[in-house]
């Protein structure tokens, strides 16, 4: 018996150039799923434009309106069921979330980090990687855990780092990967692909 198609929610913060190229690979017929809906956690995010403008559902659910957090995650969590959201996918969402989000969705959530986890999570990964002076960095997508960028690992690829970066030249190098290498986490989760035990992330 075929699998049901997997509907595919997208959290997004800002810019979400991710996002598009996950919206491309699913037009494009590499990812076999749809994206039900794109949020943002503040209305002005770009990425609700750009999604809006392909046609995906985008709405705004603003972490100001909410005193607590649980609270936000509770309007997230209804806002992502409402449209039968099966695979929650963060891109350059920029919020922690709590034992009750994780715990709704659990093995269901990925993340793209823009270093080589488990080195330099956190929101300045970029100015992290050039202050310590390390040669290389890249970026991971992952499984969302209750901490900090600390799930599973599914992919990581790398760059170099070089003599004379900026945060802005380094951040590009990364997100040119980022671009390629998301798109394929996700094709192999909606494949079927990914056999999980405890930190471990088979490729079958
Ligand atoms: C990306 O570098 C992502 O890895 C990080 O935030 C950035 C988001 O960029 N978490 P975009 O919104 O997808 O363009």
Same mark, same amino acid.
């Given at each position: 018996m075929a699998n049901k198609r997997e509907k595919i929610g997208i959290l997004c913060s800002g810019r979400g150039s991710n996002m598009e190229s996950i919206q491309k690979a699913v037009a494009s017929g590499q990812i076999k799923a749809d994206i039900a809906v794109v949020i943002a956690d503040k209305p002005e /995010?770009? &990425?609700?434009?750009? &999604? &809006?403008?392909? *046609?995906?559902?985008?709405? /705004?659910?603003? +972490?100001? &309106?909410?005193? #607590? +957090?649980?609270? $936000? #995650?509770? /309007?997230?969590?209804?806002?992502?069921?409402?449209? *039968?959201?099966?695979?929650?996918?963060?891109? *350059? $969402?920029? +919020?922690?979330?709590?034992?009750? $989000?994780? *715990?709704?969705? +659990?093995?269901?959530?990925l993340n793209i980090h823009p270093s080589l986890l488990p080195s330099f999570g956190g929101a300045h990964a970029h100015r992290d990687v050039l202050d310590y002076g390390v040669k290389v960095s890249g970026c991971t997508i992952h499984f969302v855990d209750e901490g900090m960028d600390s799930g599973a690992i599914i992919l990581q690829a790398s760059v170099p780092v070089l003599d004379g970066d900026t945060e802005d030249t380094l951040a590009a190098r990364v997100l040119e990967q980022e671009h390629i290498l998301y798109p394929r986490a996700i094709e192999l989760y909606v494949d079927g692909r990914l056999e999980v035990e405890g930190r471990q992330v088979k490729i079958k």
């Open positions: /995010a770009k &990425a609700l434009e750009k &999604a &809006a403008a392909v *046609g995906i559902p985008s709405v /705004a659910v603003d +972490r100001k &309106a909410y005193a #607590e +957090r649980e609270d $936000f #995650e509770r /309007a997230l969590i209804k806002a992502l069921d409402e449209e *039968g959201v099966t695979l929650v996918v963060l891109a *350059g $969402f920029m +919020r922690l979330l709590s034992p009750l $989000f994780v *715990g709704h969705y +659990r093995g269901r959530i």
